[in-house]
Antibody, heavy 119, light 107 residues
Framework: EVQLLESGGGLVQPGGSLRLSCAASGFTFSNFPMTWVRQAPGKGLEWVSFIGGSGVGPMYTDSVKGRFTISRDNSKNTLFLQMNSLRAEDTAVYYC????????????WGHGTLVTVSS | ETVLTQSPATLSLSPGERAALSCRASQSVSNKLAWYQQKPGQAPRLLIYDASNRATGIPARFSGSGSGTDFTLTISGLEPEDSAVYYCHHRSNWPLTFGGGTKVEIK
């Protein structure tokens, strides 16, 4: 059974940093691209970042470029999102999601971790 | 950036009725479009990918159609458990984007 378990969310002041983790199990992690998707309270879904199975081709939505870094440790089946220079508008539930294959549709999602940026 | 516009914002229908949800892209995305269902407090669930392919375990009452810029998710024979917000999503180019969602209410 595929499982994705996010951790690392919490309350942080504007300008601060957080590192999210997503522990994966139930599939060959290194074979699949992974993404982060976020959802602000009461709002819709927003794609944040993508990384290929071998770690190639990180991609980001414009609003996080230069502030967020996606990475993965295939030896530990874990996906990461390093978030720096956090802003109030980054407040959201952050989901990690597995791509179905090289076509990045999201077939499995974690339960999400809440990041709140506030003073 | 390819903008996806979903309509209507809210759809209120009775059990057994048919729901037709629209997703319009600001430029062609070919067939590189998916639909997701999200219930309150839950993560989204993939329903349809490549515009018309049902994901594993999705009931046959869910179907997708369209290509280019106009897409439709049809739910034939609404069930009470279909009450949710539905999002479209494209993978045609970067950045990937989602539509704003359609809320389906069951009367």
């Amino acid at each position: 059974e595929v499982q994705l378990l996010e951790s690392g969310g919490g309350l942080v002041q504007p300008g601060g940093s957080l590192r999210l983790s997503c522990a994966a199990s139930g599939f060959t992690f290194s074979n699949f691209p992974m993404t982060w998707v976020r959802q602000a309270p009461g709002k819709g879904l927003e794609w944040v970042s993508f990384i290929g199975g071998s770690g190639v081709g990180p991609m980001y939505t414009d609003s996080v470029k230069g502030r967020f870094t996606i990475s993965r440790d295939n030896s530990k089946n874990t996906l990461f999102l390093q978030m720096n220079s956090l802003r109030a508008e980054d407040t959201a539930v952050y989901y990690c999601a597995k791509c179905i294959d090289s076509r990045c549709y999201f077939d499995y999602w974690g339960h999400g971790t809440l990041v709140t940026v506030s003073s | 950036e390819t903008v996806l516009t979903q309509s209507p914002a809210t759809l209120s229908l009775s059990p057994g009725e048919r729901a037709a949800l629209s997703c319009r892209a600001s430029q062609s995305v070919s067939n590189k479009l998916a639909w997701y269902q999200q219930k309150p407090g839950q993560a989204p669930r993939l329903l349809i990918y490549d515009a018309s392919n049902r994901a594993t375990g999705i009931p046959a009452r869910f179907s997708g159609s369209g290509s280019g810029t106009d897409f439709t998710l049809t739910i034939s024979g609404l069930e009470p458990e279909d009450s949710a917000v539905y999002y479209c999503h494209h993978r045609s180019n970067w950045p990937l984007t989602f539509g704003g969602g359609t809320k389906v209410e069951i009367k």
